[in-house]
């Protein structure tokens, strides 16, 4: 969609839902990464989504996620649009992704 329109606000709208637990329940985790982040931007592997500065790297929940191939996954990628160009390569993670060769039981937005 156009700039402007709301497709961010509305990422963040069905985030707070979900987590609220009023739609999407058939989703046992949801996740947003927000592509406008480098560090989102530089992931080569499923696991560095799960890393974050104050945290450390949430490891047994990436295998988790990878285990089951996605199954239970909600992932929303805010910002595609705005991708650079190099990063819509069949290499990339996120193209990985949203063809299926990574986590094909998730679903993609």
């Known amino acids: 969609g156009a700039p402007g329109i709301g497709k961010s606000t509305f990422s963040w709208k069905l985030c707070r839902k979900w987590g ?9 985790l949801l996740v947003m990464l927000r592509l406008r982040d480098n ?21 047994a929940a990436a295998k988790e996620i990878v285990r089951r191939r996605g ?16 990063l819509h390569s069949e290499r990339s993670l996120f193209m990985r992704i949203i063809t299926g060769l990574e986590l094909p039981e998730a679903t993609v937005v």
């Open 71 to 86: 199954k239970g996954l909600l992932l929303l990628l805010e910002g595609f649009d705005e991708l650079p160009a190099d």
């Open 39 to 59: 560090r989102v931007r530089r992931a080569t592997d499923i696991v560095h989504f799960f890393r974050h500065p104050d945290m450390g790297t949430q490891e």
């Open 20 to 28: 609220k637990g009023k739609i999407l329940q058939q989703y046992q």
